[in-house]
């Protein structure tokens, strides 16, 4: 079909070369064409250009887009430039080209001849027929008119931000015909995409597929056709990966380092006020980038929400923190629940007690202590020091033996000696495990958040 419009175009553009030639060169005068001018605007402009009333006008319509201006997603606004290229047959405004000195065809003022009221239905701005403000009209012999209403077009386009900003949109140009039904006016696109021959690409969307389609209702009896052109655009999102989410992502992972700033220096609490204020000033940036009111939510929104949620948390646990540190435990000792709790959750995660010293020496430690007996393996290793290597194979046996036992006796030295487990222990082991547990919930989130993103943005 893109061929057949071209061909349209270059013989529509012979017969303007035709036109001028014969306008030069024979004995043909503007008297010809202004007599040809008084015939055509003899009929009412109001008047459907058929004879038999019962002919239906058939119109032919192609969409050219020229560019994107702007697409604000706030306002849910799309602002273009384009033009139609629109065919019918008048029946009315037909002459023999000899009797003129062979004018073939004219341009007629366009508001003297009838066209179809073309009208944009998802306009932002006041409903009107097209080509009122520029227009250009084609007539030939036969009755066959081109016309060519230019617009700029602002319509509505309704956003979906889920993927923001790795998102992709659809646009869509709602025409139909004002005043008119299918009974007596049928439209239908001359093909079933949109002309980008003239297309001017744009910055921050990226134009990936076009396509047109007619659609026909029936209402109380009258049939009412529609045309739609449906772009598909794509946001280039190196600037808000590189300003917003990147910065975001920082942030979180920063903003977890907070369980790792020691008790005592006292700048805990404004680290972690810092980060929380820091959220919310990126979060209300995203929203401004966002519309106000749509029936999708964002991934990235969500995503934020709840990373500004766990930066509270954090607060939180901080304060906890800090008040378990400076608990007197004279005042206030551990209880055996929570010195329970505290030494599985070392064991759990493979830490060491807080100053190893407090574990007595392995080889001393009575029962129920592990002794060199309870140690699994080749007990002539520990008396085989005359063989060659048996020292250096006793020392590894020896310091393995250590580590073994200390995590079988972490627990009964916590219960056997009270200064062994105090108040400062509990948090800094608590500060630990929160850090490494809030670490990994930060890291796994975001990598599972930008890759569906990104996965279906080049899907």
Not at 330 to 335: A, C, N, T, W, Y
Not at 400 to 414: F, P, S
Request: aromatic share 12%.
């Amino acid at each position: 079909m893109t061929n057949t419009i071209n061909i349209v175009i270059t013989v529509i553009s012979i017969l303007f070369n035709i036109a001028r030639l014969l306008h030069v060169t024979s004995a043909q005068s503007g008297e010809n064409f202004t007599k040809i001018h008084q015939d055509i605007i003899k009929i009412d402009k109001r008047v459907r250009p058929v004879k038999n009333w019962t002919t239906i006008t058939n119109v032919s319509v192609s969409f050219h887009l020229m560019s994107i201006i702007q697409f604000d997603t706030v306002e849910q606004k799309l602002v273009s430039n384009g033009w139609l290229f629109v065919q019918w047959k008048n029946e009315y405004t037909t002459w023999n080209p000899y009797e003129y000195e062979n004018a073939w065809s004219v341009s007629p003022d366009p508001d003297k001849v009838w066209r179809p009221m073309l009208t944009v239905q998802n306009t932002m701005t006041n409903m009107r027929p097209m080509g009122e403000e520029y227009i250009a009209m084609l007539l030939l012999f036969d009755g066959t008119t081109y016309w060519f209403p230019a617009e700029r077009f602002e319509t509505f386009c309704e956003v979906d931000v889920t993927y923001f900003p790795f998102d992709i949109q659809k646009c869509r140009w709602i025409i139909f015909i004002w005043g008119g039904d299918g009974s007596n006016i049928d439209i239908h696109p001359i093909n079933d995409v949109i002309d980008l021959e003239s297309y001017a690409v744009n910055g921050e969307w990226d134009l990936r597929s076009t396509r047109g389609w007619r659609e026909v209702a029936i209402s109380d009896g009258s049939k009412f056709i529609t045309l739609f052109y449906e772009i598909t655009i794509r946001r280039r999102p190196s600037l808000l990966a590189l300003t917003v989410l990147l910065p975001v992502l920082v942030l979180a992972l920063v903003n977890v380092f907070v369980f790792t700033i020691p008790s005592e220096a006292g700048e805990r609490l404004a680290y972690s006020m810092t980060a929380l204020l820091s959220f919310g000033v990126f979060m209300s940036f995203i929203l401004d980038s966002m519309p106000s009111s749509t029936e999708t939510l964002s991934i990235v929104a969500v995503n934020m929400s709840c990373l500004l949620v766990l930066s509270a948390v954090y607060v939180l646990l901080c304060i906890l923190s800090l008040r378990l540190f400076h608990r007197d435990p004279s005042k206030h000792p551990v209880p055996a629940f929570l010195q329970s709790v505290i030494v599985w959750l070392e064991m759990l995660v493979c830490l060491d007690p807080p100053n190893k010293k407090k574990v007595a020496d392995v080889f001393q430690m009575p029962t129920p202590m592990m002794t060199v007996t309870d140690f699994p393996g080749d007990q002539s290793l520990m008396v085989s020091g005359g063989q060659a290597g048996g020292a250096t194979k006793k020392g590894k046996l020896r310091g393995q033996l250590d580590k073994w036992a200390r995590a079988r006796n972490r627990n009964h030295a916590a219960y056997a000696d009270p200064a062994e487990m105090t108040w400062k222990r509990v948090s800094r082991t608590l500060d630990k495990i929160l850090f490494r547990f809030f670490l990994t919930l930060v890291v796994v989130s975001n990598t599972v958040v930008w890759a569906v993103m990104i996965s279906n943005y080049y899907e």
